[in-house]
């Protein structure tokens, strides 16, 4: 299994951008899919979550400002974020919670390898 992430890039603040995350390989189900992102010197944070049937949870600093869905028959998971800020600058990491086997059900998690958004001026 790999997610692919894409999207990422410098823009100014107030500006906006579309993160896309693609899952590819072996898979049977996806669960829970997120993004999380990880700023210099900090730990990584949960940016945002959605469910398989679209609830979605964010974190305080960027409701209002990002929007994540995602497209089930495609396995991907999207990410809008709109008027920018500098401290949204980041490396930006997707998850996806993927099932494997058609017996039983257990799902592993996986990560992308990162995109960086940077917001500067």
């Known amino acids: 299994v790999q997610l692919q992430a894409s999207g990422g890039g410098l823009v100014q603040p107030g500006g906006s951008l579309?993160?896309?995350c693609a899952a590819s390989g072996s898979i049977?189900?996806?669960s829970d899919m997120g993004?999380?992102?990880q700023a210099p010197g900090k730990q990584r944070e949960l940016v945002a979550s959605i469910t398989r049937g679209g609830f979605t949870e964010y974190r305080n600093s960027v409701k209002g400002r990002f929007t994540i869905s995602r497209d089930?028959?495609?396995n991907?998971?999207?990410l809008q974020m709109n008027s920018l800020k500098p401290e949204d600058t980041a490396v930006y990491y997707c998850?996806?919670?993927i099932r494997q086997s058609s017996f039983g059900l257990i799902?592993?998690?996986y990560w992308g390898r990162g995109?960086?958004?940077t917001v500067s001026s």
């Open 18 to 20: 579309r993160l896309s």
């Open 28 to 30: 049977v189900d996806i």
């Open 35 to 37: 993004w999380y992102r």
């Open 72 to 74: 089930n028959a495609k």
């Open 76 to 78: 991907t998971v999207y």
């Open 95 to 97: 998850n996806a919670q």
């Open 107 to 109: 799902y592993t998690a």
């Open 115 to 117: 995109t960086l958004v």
